[in-house]
């Protein structure tokens, strides 16, 4: 069992993932309506892992004879003025998600609980790797500027993404 603290704050973090996850489906819907469909391929693929990062608190949750309590998701934002500006988005949603990992784990700490604190590095890693790709891609696109070519390029590099699922092991 964990403290009841720790368990609404995971609950709550399933929550962002699963909004994530809708953030990311709805940008790829995006991109598909204007053609670009490198880039509806490559938020496709972060819409999945989102959904992933939300199960693996889930099954967490319900390994430590907790229950999962799913609430309400917020609308995401339909349209965004430029790829540019789709993924400098991103990023500061992704810094967001960063935050509340650390706040998670300041949690754990405070609370002592080892388990917890030891599943939540996981998240510590993949949240540094899902910020600097983001970097990458917002650079790249600064780099292109008004080139279609560029983004011709870019969006045939992001076709490129595979989903890779993650295994679900009971913690
Ligand atoms: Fe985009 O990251 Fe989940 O955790």
């Keep these: 069992m964990l403290k009841e603290k ?40 972060q819409y999945k892992e989102e959904m992933d990062h939300a199960m693996k608190i889930y099954n967490y949750l319900l390994s430590q004879g907790e229950s999962v309590k799913l609430l309400s998701l917020k609308e995401p934002p339909h349209k965004w003025d430029s790829p540019l500006h789709a993924f400098e988005e991103t990023l ?25 604190y030891n599943f939540l590095q996981w998240y510590i890693d993949e949240q540094v790797e899902e910020e600097e790709n983001d970097r990458e891609i917002i ?16 969006d045939r590099e992001l076709a490129q993404r595979k989903y890779v699922p993650l295994i679900q092991e009971k913690e």
């Design 92 to 116: 500061k949603h992704e810094q967001h998600i960063t935050q509340c990992i650390n706040n998670l784990v300041d949690l754990a700490e405070e609370l002592k609980d080892r388990p917890t």
């Design 6 to 45: 720790m368990a609404d704050a995971l609950n709550r973090q399933i929550n962002e993932e699963l909004y994530s996850a809708y953030l990311y489906l709805s940008m790829s819907a995006y991109f598909d309506s204007i053609g670009l469909k490198g880039f509806a391929n490559w938020m496709m693929v």
């Design 139 to 154: 650079n790249e696109l600064k780099l292109i500027g008004d080139s279609h070519n560029g983004l011709f390029m870019l």
